[in-house]
């Protein structure tokens, strides 16, 4: 069984501080990582995807992946309470176009102003 | 550009009705997935299409459920008989044809089973 694992939080962070993200995954053929945001009654938004060891960044958004310890992170630098929300971690064995993701069940940030 | 597109966006039934959920891709994608997230089991993938052949239904929980696509852009989710079990949010997602595997998720159908 192909699994994705996210601490369930609340990871709660004060306004301005970075907050990260982790997230394990068990299949070592993975090879397409996501991020989506949550906010709660709406849909799973993609805000980042790395595909390639090391750093990806985006704006105030960060993916770290470390495909030797099947680990892959998402800091969020300057933190704002519009950023309050779950985090989706994302896996998929290939980059072609129509490949099944599997979801973690997603971190929970909330950050305080 | 318009979005994934889903109908109904809720959806209130009784036990053993039939239910019809809809989903409109974004034009010039050919891979759709549906979705079904609940608080316990999260996002559970149900079934995925690529150029209107369903590729894997194993997610599909029970007979009750089929899917199709009978066209490039449309597809339906339907539940016959439903159950209170049934009850959950429904997303519908679409996946460009090259490169890369990006998905990007419709409104969702929130469906409550009486």
């Known amino acids: 069984q192909k699994e994705v694992e996210q601490n369930s939080g609340p990871l709660s962070v004060p306004e301005g501080a970075i907050a990260s993200l982790n997230c394990t995954y068990s299949d070592r053929g993975s090879q397409s990582f996501f991020w989506y945001r949550q906010y709660s009654g709406k849909s799973p938004e993609l805000i980042m995807f790395?595909?390639?060891?090391g750093d990806k960044e985006d704006g105030r958004f960060t993916a770290q992946l470390n495909k030797a310890s099947q680990y892959v992170s998402l800091l969020i630098r300057d933190s704002q309470p519009s950023d309050s929300a779950t985090y989706l971690c994302?896996?998929?064995?290939?980059?072609?176009?129509?490949?099944?993701?599997?979801f973690g069940k997603g971190t929970t940030l909330s950050v305080s102003s | 550009d318009a979005g994934v597109i889903q109908s109904p966006r809720h959806e209130v039934t009784e036990m053993g009705q039939e239910v019809t959920l809809r989903c409109k891709l974004i034009?010039?994608?050919?891979?759709l997935f549906w979705y079904r997230q609940t608080m316990m089991r999260g996002l559970e993938l149900l079934i995925y299409f690529n150029n209107n052949v369903p590729i894997d239904d194993s997610g599909m929980p029970e007979d009750r459920f089929s899917a199709k696509m009978p066209n490039a852009s449309f597809s339906t989710l339907k539940i016959q008989p439903s159950e209170p079990r049934d009850s959950a949010v429904y997303f519908c997602?679409?996946?460009?044809?090259?490169?890369?595997?990006?998905?990007?998720f419709g409104p969702g159908t929130r469906l409550t089973v009486l």
């Open positions: 994302a896996v998929s064995q290939g980059n072609q176009a129509g490949t099944a993701l599997i």
């Open positions: 997602a679409s996946s460009p044809g090259v490169s890369y595997n990006e998905q990007f």
């Open positions: 034009s010039g994608h050919n891979s």
């Open positions: 790395i595909y390639s060891n």
